[in-house]
């Protein structure tokens, strides 16, 4: 029995020195620091995952704040369990949404470049080849280009997300004029919203001033056509319609109050670059040829259109370009009235 006992107490022994033994690894490699140098922070295994897993990845994770959690707090980050693909076990991934990360569209243009800077670098390991890292480069080269150009970077920001969200759905290869156009979208999707929102406000006050309901007043409503209190006609700015010579809008810059001879500006009122100029009394498109006046004013072909001395007359919007509406159609644009 002794030597049973003997010979399990000399199994364990080994047993623990083998484990002790095992467990006292080679110390971690030291990097030279300077001061005042901020450390990289190794990429986790945990990102890879989450790529392998064709799961979306916010620019969060990225930034130094998010750095930092997945470096010092990952067992405290929440996790989530998902299929990678159909027919596979549930695994098992960090919440990209946990509340230790902050919120992609909270970022600040320098967090969001430091994180872009660090999605591009991480992607040229995160392949067995180099298409992400690639692509990637594109697509923030472009989107910095466009704030080194003075777009707003709330726009910026928010084209990002929508593209990148869009590409892990289904990869599509760079290409500059559907990021222009997509850029574009968004801008007037933006106008239009703070439009609506700024009626909205103006048909709340107009009601609180006007009091009781016209229902109640034995005042008759003005005719059609012309505005309670004063003596002549309203006159309507809808599109198509002829604006008063003393208050124009001019098919190059989509703004009111002077004409194409005396325009200066150099972008729409959205910050996109105007796509006319003016040369010998016509609006000209970047190849030199000029656009008709009266079929963006009118939208009406014939042979009123001006002026037809010239066989290469555009009958193309002057504020985006496209054969598919007039200029005063206001169809890329706001109307400025």
């Known amino acids: 029995m002794q030597t049973i006992l003997g010979k399990r107490t000399l199994d364990n022994e080994e047993s623990r020195e083998e484990r002790i033994k095992h467990l006292k690894m080679a110390s971690a490699p030291e990097i030279r620091r300077a001061p005042g140098q901020v450390l990289v922070l190794s990429h986790k295994t945990e990102l890879l995952e989450l790529e392998a897993a064709g799961m979306y990845m916010p620019l969060t994770l990225f930034t130094r704040t998010g750095e930092l959690v997945l470096a010092d707090h990952l067992d405290d ?4 369990r998902r299929n990678s693909k159909p027919g596979e076990k549930r695994n098992l991934y960090i919440d990209v949404n946990d509340k ?3 919120r992609e569209l909270d970022l600040s243009q320098e967090a969001w470049t430091f994180a872009s800077d660090e999605m591009v670098e991480w992607a040229r390991d995160a392949k067995s080849d180099d298409r992400l890292h690639i692509r990637f480069g594109q697509h923030f080269g472009w ?3 466009q704030l080194a150009d003075g777009r707003d970077f709330s726009l910026v920001r928010e084209l990002d997300i929508k593209l990148r969200k869009e ?7 760079f290409l500059g004029d559907i990021y222009s156009e997509e850029l574009r979208n968004l801008s007037v999707k933006r106008l239009e919203l703070r439009m609506a929102a700024e009626m909205a406000l103006l048909r709340s006050q107009t009601t609180s001033l006007a009091g009781p309901s016209r229902s109640t007043f034995s005042e008759p409503l003005p005719s059609r056509g012309r505005a309670r209190g004063f003596g002549r006609p309203f006159q309507s700015f809808q599109s198509g319609q002829a ?8 098919l190059i810059c989509a703004r009111r109050g002077h004409r194409i001879d005396t325009c200066t500006f150099k972008t729409l009122p959205g910050g996109f670059p105007v796509k006319t100029r003016y040369v010998d009394g016509s609006p000209v498109e970047p190849n030199g040829k000029p656009c008709c006046i009266s079929w963006n004013t009118n939208g009406r072909e014939g042979t009123r259109c001006t002026p037809h001395r010239k066989s290469d007359m555009q009958h193309i919007c002057t504020f985006c370009l496209s054969p598919n509406h007039y200029a005063f159609s ?8």
């Open 143 to 145: 989107l910095k280009y």
């Open 167 to 173: 590409y892990r759905r289904q990869p599509f290869e």
């Open 77 to 80: 980050v929440r996790t989530i």
């Open 243 to 250: 604006r008063p010579p003393s208050d124009p809008v001019c």
């Open 100 to 102: 230790r990360f902050e």
């Open 330 to 337: 206001f169809t890329c644009q706001s109307n400025p009235s």
